[in-house]
């Protein structure tokens, strides 16, 4: 299997769960500890499928993909901790509310793994 399968196959799983808990949490209104399963599980897919691409390259250039993707994952972990932090307090405001946080971090993360797919695909084409 190439090197690219690999990453994108990590990528595809944090996407997935990363998708689950986010939109399982803005359906049921309210932040549940198996949301942060689903936020931690899809973040660690994310880091090591970034950490795959990363090793992969020869050199890391700055590009519109990697300034959105080193983004994307800065707010997944703040948002995965902040979560964290929301449920150990049991600061019932913040776990009524959190969604709206969850759903645009999730959007914005979505546009750094929807720049890579096209960077990609023009890449390749090359």
């Known amino acids: 299997m190439s090197e690219i399968m690999y990453f994108s196959i990590y990528i595809l799983i944090a996407l997935a769960l990363y998708s689950i808990g986010v939109w399982s ?6 932040l549940k500890a198996w949301h ?27 590009s519109l993909h990697s300034v959105l993707g080193y ?11 902040w979560a964290s932090a929301v449920l150990i307090r049991k600061d019932e405001k913040a776990i ?3 969604h ?5 971090v999730w959007w914005l993360w979505l ?5 890579g797919v096209v960077l990609g695909i023009r890449s390749a084409e090359a």
Do not use: K, P, Y
């Not at 983004?71 to 901790?81: C, D, E, K």
């Not at 709206?100 to 645009?104: D, E, G, P, T, Y």
């Open 25 to 30: 949490e803005r359906f049921t209104g309210r």
């Open 36 to 62: 942060l399963i689903f936020f931690w599980t899809g973040l660690v897919a994310d880091a090591i499928g970034t950490g795959l691409m990363m090793a992969m390259r020869e050199n890391v250039q700055l």
């Open 71 to 81: 983004t994307g994952i800065t707010l997944m972990l703040i948002h995965t901790v």
């Open 96 to 98: 009524n509310n959190f």
């Open 100 to 104: 709206r946080f969850s759903v645009a």
């Open 111 to 115: 546009v750094s793994l929807i720049t």
